[in-house]
């Protein structure tokens, strides 16, 4: 069993950056794949970006790319989302999900997920 748990969430203006961080317990010597996925009220929880368990492979949704960069530290069991150029829609709670599969943007593929932290990013 795996336990994630994010931090770095918070209020910050349009522009702004914001550094995500999952931390990870448990089996953490399992070679998992780890994603960010977020989601505001009333819809569907939508992939963000994912990293392998070497780091060798990542992959980003259109939101994210060119401004979100995702990168792990197996020494020390965290995965980040650096997060550039916040704009207002990027607004949500974000959430870490770990999986035994490879890099995969549907969340049924995912076993493993933390509480979520609240993003929020004002004009």
């Known amino acids: 069993q795996v336990r994630l748990v994010e931090s770095g969430g918070g209020l910050v203006q349009s522009g702004a950056s914001l550094n995500l961080s999952c931390v990870a317990s448990?089996?953490?010597?399992?070679?998992?794949?780890t994603a960010w996925f977020r989601q505001t009220p009333g819809q569907e929880r939508k992939f963000v970006a994912a990293v392998t368990w070497t780091g060798g492979g990542t992959h980003y949704s259109d939101s994210g790319k060119g401004r979100f960069t995702i990168s792990r530290d197996n020494a020390k069991n965290t995965v980040y989302l650096q997060m550039n150029s916040l704009k207002p829609e990027d607004t949500a709670v974000y959430y870490c999900?770990?999986?035994?599969?490879?890099?995969?943007?549907?969340?049924?593929?995912?076993?493993?997920w933390g509480q979520g932290t609240q993003v929020t990013v004002s004009s």
């Open positions: 448990g089996r953490t010597y399992s070679r998992y794949t």
């Open positions: 999900a770990a999986s035994l599969g490879g890099l995969d943007v549907r969340r049924e593929r995912y076993t493993y």
